[in-house]
């Protein structure tokens, strides 16, 4: 217990020695990103969790020095098939397209693109109950769910990527 101790302090105070900063603090890579991005208001269900998720992240827009448009392109696979040719399993693919405007001069500073996928799982028919083993409302749920799990995934790699170039388009 001791041993453990002594090596988190240890860890703890080589830290600041190696170079680290906090990304939104002072001298960090997004300093003063926080408020600086206003998000084009959605279209859709999807757009919704994107948008909300990424105001999570990045804060409300305060000073609004950015403009941020997104688009979002979603497909879905069946994955699980039973020999039976029933489809168990759901993937929906998801792939965000962005650019980042800055509002003064109306010049994209910053752009691309990200991917991911999420999955659900779809009810079967049993044959020894003569039934379907779940219901049309709860595959709906599952895959609402599964489309809004997509939004965040997506959203947070959108916002990683933002801070991570933020020193190389930040005015």
Excluded: K
Excluded at 15 to 43: K, M, Q, S
Excluded at 97 to 112: F, K, P, Q
């Amino acid at each position: 217990m001791l041993y453990s101790r002594r090596f988190l302090l240890l860890a703890l105070a080589a830290v600041p020695a190696c170079g680290f900063t906090p990304a939104y603090g002072p001298g960090g890579a997004a300093h003063g990103l926080r408020g600086a991005i206003t998000v084009d208001a959605p279209n859709d269900e999807e757009g919704y969790h994107l948008v909300r998720r990424l105001e999570e992240r990045l804060g409300a827009p305060t000073t609004g020095a950015y403009r941020l448009s997104a688009s979002i392109a979603i497909g879905q696979d069946g994955l699980g098939i039973t020999p039976d040719q029933d489809i168990t399993r759901y993937r929906i693919r998801g792939e965000l397209t962005w650019a980042l405007r800055h509002l003064a001069s109306d010049e994209i500073v910053a752009d691309g693109r990200v991917r991911n996928f999420t999955a659900y799982s779809a009810p079967v028919f049993d044959d020894t109950r003569g039934s379907i083993a779940g219901n049309t409302v709860s595959v709906l749920t599952a895959e609402r769910d599964a489309r809004e799990r997509l939004m965040i995934i997506l959203a947070d790699q959108l916002v990683a990527r933002l801070i991570a170039t933020a020193p190389d388009w930040q005015r």
